[in-house]
């Protein structure tokens, strides 16, 4: 569950927080009976809902990478956020996200090959640009070369780089909170913790040293 307490319908405010909770779960309590079209438990609405300010700027987000007046193409906006999901380890996200390509037609080979778009060759040159930029900014914070950035130029208008750098570091901050509130898809425990040694086992024989005697030893 959430690290966050959630929001019930009867709690919901008026203006922001109720008509969202309509418009994704008809007239069910997303508490007591959670569950999205989309397979999701839909906590993450039911948490960002603590906020209406916060609930509401970020659905004017998803309002406007949505808004038909967006330059970039669909599809490359949605790959940007897809890395940013996978990059990031936010299963809510690129699972969401690839559900989006699915919903553009997008080839189901090229989002089976997302997660070693490096190496595979499904790509044609936009993508591969488009998935090196978000790597960049994803992976990297930022940090992203000139050479990279001049063949952006050469593709793409300022416009279009400028919707791209938005949606997916928008989608990259979208996975970070994901993944610290533990909502939807990112409710689960850190697959790296130690594997704790066989009883009887003794560092020191392992690494091949002598103890040291302690001071008044």
Do not use: N
Not at 30 to 58: M, R
Not at 117 to 133: G, I, M
Not at 158 to 182: C, K, N
């Amino acid at each position: 569950m959430p690290r966050l307490r959630e929001v019930p319908l009867d709690e919901a405010d008026d203006k922001v927080a109720k008509p969202l909770y309509r418009l994704l779960f008809g007239e069910r309590d997303p508490v007591a009976e959670p569950g999205t079209a989309t397979g999701t438990p839909g906590d993450w609405w039911t948490v960002f809902a603590i906020s209406p300010a916060t609930l509401k700027h970020a659905a004017q987000g998803f309002a406007y990478y949505r808004d038909p007046e967006r330059k970039l193409d669909p599809v490359l906006r949605e790959l940007g956020q897809t890395w940013a999901g996978w990059a990031t380890g936010s299963q809510f996200v690129f699972s969401q996200h690839c559900k989006s390509l699915r919903g553009l037609a997008y080839p189901e080979e090229k989002i089976a090959a997302l997660p070693t778009w490096q190496t595979s060759v499904v790509y044609d040159a936009k993508e591969r640009l488009v998935l090196a930029y978000a790597d960049r900014l994803v992976t990297h914070q930022g940090r992203v070369p000139d050479a990279l950035f001049a063949e952006l130029k050469a593709k793409f208008s300022d416009e279009e780089i400028l919707e791209l750098t938005y949606t997916t570091t928008m989608y990259m901050m979208h996975a970070v909170m994901s993944r610290a509130l533990r909502t939807e898809f990112d409710d689960r425990d850190d697959p790296i913790t130690e594997v704790e040694a066989p009883e009887g086992f003794d560092a020191l024989d392992f690494l091949g040293g002598e103890r040291s005697k302690k001071e008044g030893d």
